[in-house]
């Protein structure tokens, strides 16, 4: 059962617009969101996370929002850059301390900028 | 800092055959864990540990996991089968009660392996 979605495997973008990469996620006791980016024959790496007392979190060009209501979560890229090219996933933990520091990954978007 | 580090990179092993996965973290990190990336599947988990010596869930059907110390998880494939080839990462955090709060998790750089 996936308890974290992302709908959209694949995304394009001009350099300098805007991406838009989302994430939906059905466990309510989720608290705690991050988005990863993976290039190939790499692991993932840390992007920006949010908690949920919080809808928005930015770091540089990097936003992340969202919407606890909705059980969603946004990924905007502004501008993108050729190098921004990666797999992005989302990744939510449910933060009470009996499961330590266990995550739940989505599918994964693959987004491409072109130049 | 070395941070995680995986190996091999890449494996090929026959059905039935069984090999050991290396992870390794030089970050004092209590809490590590397996993944499987498969296409249109994402990261799925397959085993975590919380702190050294200590097991924490059922180990899922053809692995077997050790937590000896803090630094090294090794994941183990029992009797490989044609199902477990994957890209393998394994990551390591702060336990929560360590950290609290921005508490994400690093990855190794992965070993692809391969059962025919």
């Known amino acids: 059962d996936q308890q974290v979605k992302q709908n959209s495997p694949s995304l394009s973008v001009q350099e300098g617009r805007i991406s838009i990469l989302n994430c939906d996620y059905t466990n309510s006791m989720f608290d705690y969101f991050l988005w990863y980016k993976k290039y190939p024959a790499e692991g993932p790496t840390f992007l920006i996370s949010?908690?949920?007392?919080?809808d928005k979190n930015e770091d540089g060009r990097f936003t992340v929002f969202l919407n606890k209501s909705a059980k969603h979560l946004s990924l905007h890229i502004v501008p993108s850059q050729p190098g921004d090219s990666a797999v992005y996933f989302c990744?939510?933990?449910?933060?009470?301390?009996?499961?330590?520091?266990?995550?739940?990954f989505g599918t994964g978007t693959s987004l491409t900028v072109i130049p | 800092n070395a941070g995680v580090t995986q190996t091999p990179k890449f494996h090929i092993l026959k059905t039935g055959q069984s090999m050991t996965l290396q992870c390794a973290q030089d970050m004092n990190h209590g809490y590590m864990s397996w993944y499987r990336q498969d296409p249109g599947m994402g990261l799925r988990l397959i085993y975590y540990s919380a702190a050294a010596g200590t097991t924490d869930k059922e180990v899922p059907n053809g692995y077997n996991v050790s937590r000896l110390n803090t630094e090294d998880f090794p994941l183990r494939l029992v009797s490989a089968a044609p199902s477990q080839t994957s890209v393998y990462l394994c990551a390591s955090s702060y336990h929560l009660a360590e950290r609290g709060n921005d508490n994400e998790q690093f990855f190794g750089p992965g070993t692809r392996l391969t059962v025919l």
């Open positions: 990744a939510a933990s449910p933060r009470y301390e009996n499961t330590g520091n266990q995550f739940y």
């Open positions: 949010i908690s949920s007392i919080k």
